[in-house]
């Protein structure tokens, strides 16, 4: 149990030659890297790269098959792998990890402020509970949960998706650890809530002078995050360097390509601007005025609450446009695709598809209807029917709609597979082999295999790595071309958006704030929404709207009790009073460009009411 | 992307094949489905063929040849007798492969009645949800509450115990487990993406609940069922020895034991054999249906 101390004082982690191996195949191979206190590292890479495994190993949870294979784990001198128990007693105490998911991570039938109090006197029993619990509010507050105190004591299905996390922060943070490790924790977060946990990670690692070792899979968020990047690629680190000296020189031909293909916001570059669309024409979807509530019981209380999902939804699609829906979660993104298709019914407002209502259709009439326009969902993995060979699942519309017979079906479905790039040879293997690339391939064949004119995508790309994405984007095109498919993206993802579509529009609690066309939203956006979403984009462009000045800290309010006026402007730094006490309608801007919002002078031609009064400028 | 990839490129030769083709040979192929065919088989073939073959009628009395032992178990066995005889003298082996008979046949289709029962009950009251499901699952509450023994009495008191309506009663108390069952699976699968992409491709409620669902959670029950297949024959027994089961001198397991029952002290083997051809019967069916599961697992499960 020789010490050995020499450095020690100046690298507060220093990995050498570590490896780690699922049974015999490698994972991690002669990893090595030093950290030291107080700094950011990232670690970026692309899904099985290893980043997971690497964080699991240095916070002493590799659970089998997964085992060390060599190489060491110095934490302050002492290495952790040739002494596991020492490694156990740090785990929690000196190292802490964060994980991506946690919503799964905290227990839901304690209250937050339990979970954090049992969590710190497990590491530390000498501290007193009543000490315990002020330094568990302190946290919270430092992580800028609002009312901390009463939030202490509050279940975790009382927090939103990024409180949870600072909840999980501060459960790492309790025990003062000298090195925080944080595994994709802005992964399951909306960009302007992941731009806050980032800021936030910057403070709390300069006010508690915590090392932070930050993983994730997206260059600018990691770039944004650290003070040093270091490249995984196939289990091997390829490169370690300062962001700006990344981005400027990289150095493996793996990191010049993640820089190459990463897709830009403004510096021109592929983007869905070019394409001519004759927008006078009928449109193939034009919805009006939609609108739609769920009733939700209230928590603790008798009665029903309303949440609003979806509301004063308005835009047009024409043939052959790419057009966008973007917003944050919660927005009512999902709940209007549910709409769009017919899968339920809105209280309000309509749909029309080539001139009929969706809305109002007959369940009979909108089967048929749904020939013609098709629904790609998000996630890769629960969408196919698990039991059934890819052959069969593409037959099923098909079969569906008694569209030829067995063995024209099956020439169809191989015809499509060839169109998709899926190999012949799938065709009676099972879709459990397949990446999550392959299946949102497979999706999107069920959905085409019946010829429809209208594909919408709900999220269909953003389970995907980016060289994936890019790959399935071309494929779009080229079926575009083919087929004369007229697209709809559901997305949270403005780099994508910016990429392929015509037209956008942006939602915000449930509302339709700004309908543009690419150029314009991008450059000139009509809404402070669209401006703030453009400030949190993670980018490694020099930004055209800085964060400081598009937004306010906090989250969007509850949809349930929803403020009467503009929805965004509790977070809207140029809010003024009327606002708070109307709501804005949709306005337009000139060319095809429309936007809700009172700065916007007032047109002569309103798309729904004139306002009256002369709008403050 | 590459990990994922991979077991893709090992199922190249095998994807070919037709999935339940491929769940049935890796079946097949596992030592413990074969042992469990062979003595399935084996036990059905002697069931059919052995009382005819050999020409010994079971309800043959042969007073003098009365307890006889089995072979080398006490004194005076007889090669005649492998099983040995009642107290009637009549032959144990040929009373126990015609019992045999007619226990599988009730235990057999007594859990198709109630597992095809259950699950169309349970499908319908878990798809539909809302007020169907309320009136379905509160007349499976109102069928639980009436214990089965008292159902039995009742309905084989006033008619006459026959085989059809043995199933019949059998079938009825035991349909509710699987009804509810059904219904809690198919409320949890129907809320998943996959059924909400069949309808957006325009699948009636029909096709998505009997090719889609149906499909994916009748092996699982079917799998639990299989135990019901012995429970289902023993209960025959317990209606045999309450002598409400098949009327003697029809042999079938039950009254057999009813009748072994008297005699345990000094002819344990009446009783016995039965529950020695039952110990049999049920471990091949559930070494055939382990096997089976478990290759639909691996099939299913990216093998």
């Given amino acids: ?72 784990i110095r934490f302050r001198g002492r290495d952790l792998v040739a002494d596991p128990g020492h490694a156990r007693s740090l785990a ?13 991570a905290l227990d839901p039938t304690m209250t937050v402020g339990a979970q954090l109090v049992e969590k710190l006197r497990a590491v530390r029993p000498d501290i007193p509970a009543a000490e315990a619990r002020a330094k568990a509010i302190r946290l919270l507050e430092a992580v800028h949960i609002p009312s901390a105190a009463r939030r202490f004591h509050e279940y975790p299905f009382q927090y939103s998706g990024g409180m949870m996390q600072r909840a999980m922060i501060v459960d790492a943070l309790i025990s003062d650890p000298a090195l925080l490790i944080a595994d994709n924790i802005t992964q399951p977060l909306d960009v302007t809530v992941a731009a806050q946990i980032l800021k936030l990670m910057r403070e709390l690692n300069h006010d508690f002078s915590t090392a932070i070792l930050f993983i994730c899979s997206s260059l600018p968020v990691a770039c944004d995050a650290s003070d040093e990047v270091m490249v995984l690629h196939e289990g091997r680190v390829v490169e370690r360097q300062t962001p700006a000296a990344l981005v400027a020189r990289p150095g493996h031909s793996y990191t010049r390509e993640l820089i190459a293909e990463l897709p830009t916001l403004w510096q021109g570059g592929e983007t869905g601007a070019g394409r001519e669309i004759d927008r006078n024409r009928r449109a193939i979807m034009s919805v009006r005025g939609l609108a739609k509530a769920y009733e939700v019981r209230a928590r603790g209380q008798a009665g029903v609450s309303r949440v609003q999902a979806v509301r004063n939804v308005d835009f047009d699609v024409f043939p052959g446009d790419n057009f966008g829906v973007v917003g944050e979660s919660g927005c009512g993104k999902s709940s209007l695709m549910r709409l769009l298709t017919g899968l339920e019914r809105p209280d309000a407002g309509s749909v ?30 629960g969408c196919l029917p698990p039991q059934s060979p890819i052959g069969a699942i593409l037959e099923e519309p098909l079969k569906i709609h008694r569209i030829g017979s067995a063995a024209e079906r099956r020439d169809r479905a191989r015809a499509v597979m060839a169109e998709v790039g899926l190999s012949d040879s799938l065709y009676r293997a099972l879709p459990t082999g397949l990446s999550a690339g392959q299946r949102q391939r497979l999706n999107v064949a069920r959905a085409m295999i019946l010829e429809p004119r209208l594909l919408i995508m709900d999220e269909t790309l953003s389970a995907l790595d980016q060289t994936e994405q890019g790959k399935l984007l071309d494929l779009f095109d080229k079926l575009q071309a083919q087929h004369g498919f007229t697209y709809i993206f559901i997305s949270h ?41 453009l400030s949190a984009a993670p980018t490694l462009e020099e930004r055209r709207y800085r964060p400081e000045d598009c937004l306010l800290e906090g989250e969007p309010p509850s949809p349930i009790d929803l403020p ?18 109307e709501n804005p309608a949709l306005r337009a801007r000139g060319d095809h460009a429309l936007a809700a919002c009172f700065l916007n002078p007032d047109p002569d031609i309103a798309l729904h009411e004139t306002a009256t009064e002369t709008p403050h400028a | 992307m590459t990990s994922t990839d991979m077991p893709l490129a090992m199922a190249g030769p095998e994807a070919g094949r037709r999935i339940s083709t491929r769940i049935w040979q890796t079946a097949f192929a596992s030592v413990e489905f074969r042992i469990g065919l062979a003595v399935f088989v084996l036990l059905l073939l002697a069931a059919l063929l052995y009382p005819e073959l050999s020409g010994i009628d079971p309800t043959k009395m042969n007073i003098r040849a009365k307890l006889t032992p089995p072979l080398f178990m006490g004194e005076g066995w007889d090669w005649a007798h492998p099983l040995g005889t009642d107290q009637l003298g009549r032959d144990m082996l040929s009373r126990a492969l015609v019992g045999l008979r007619y226990s599988l046949l009730i235990g057999v289709s007594t859990t198709v009645l109630m597992l095809l029962a259950g ?22 509450d109102a069928q639980l509450s009436v214990p089965m023994i008292i159902l039995a009495i009742t309905i084989l008191g006033v008619s006459r115990p026959t085989i059809p309506s043995i199933i019949l009663v059998l079938g009825l108390a035991g349909w509710p487990v699987y009804a509810r069952v059904m219904r809690s699976t198919v409320m949890a699968e129907r809320k998943k993406e996959y059924v909400r992409g069949a309808m957006v491709l325009g699948a009636t409620d029909l096709r998505i609940m009997f090719t889609l669902l149906l499909p994916l959670v009748l092996p699982p029950m079917a799998f639990v069922a299989v135990l019901d297949i012995a429970r289902m024959m023993i209960f025959e027994s317990v209606l045999g020895f309450l002598g409400l089961g098949v009327q003697p001198p029809t042999p079938t397991f039950g009254n057999v034991i009813a009748d072994g029952r008297k005699y345990l002290m000094n002819a344990w083997w009446i009783a016995t054999m039965p529950g020695v051809f039952l110990v049999l019967t049920l471990t091949s069916i559930n070494l055939m249906g382990a096997a089976l599961e478990r290759a639909r697992n691996a099939i299913y499960g990216g093998a």
Wanted: glycine content about 10%.
């Fill in chain 1, 1 to 72: 149990m020789a010490l050995d101390t020499t450095g020690a004082t100046e690298t507060l982690l220093s990995v050498r030659g570590l490896g780690v191996a699922a049974g015999d195949k490698p994972i991690l191979t002669d990893i090595s890297f030093d950290l030291a206190p107080c700094s950011i590292l990232s670690v970026i890479g692309e899904s099985g790269s290893g980043k997971t495994v690497l964080a699991r190993a240095l916070a002493s949870w590799l659970s089998a098959p997964l085992r060390v294979t060599g190489g060491e």
């Fill in chain 1, 493 to 533: 993802d403005l780099t994508m958006v910016r990429q392929v579509c015509s037209r956008i529009a942006v939602m915000y609690l449930g509302e339709t704030v700004e309908v543009a066309p690419n150029e314009r939203l991008f450059f000139d956006p009509g809404h402070p929404y669209s401006r703030a979403l």
């Fill in chain 2, 119 to 140: 699950a169309m009950i349970g499908l319908f009251a878990g798809y539909f949800g809302g007020r169907t499901d309320t009136v379905l699952m509160r007349l499976t």
């Fill in chain 1, 352 to 381: 029309f598809f080539e001139g009929e209502n969706v809305a109002a259709a007959s369940p009979k009439r909108l089967r048929a209807l749904r020939r013609k326009f098709q629904l790609v969902l998000q996630d890769p993995y």
């Fill in chain 1, 92 to 104: 929690g105490r000196e190292i802490a990890y964060v994980g991506g998911n946690p919503a799964g």
């Fill in chain 1, 564 to 581: 009467p006026g503009c929805a965004f402007a509790s977070r809207c730094p140029q809010a003024f009073d009327r606002c708070r006490a």
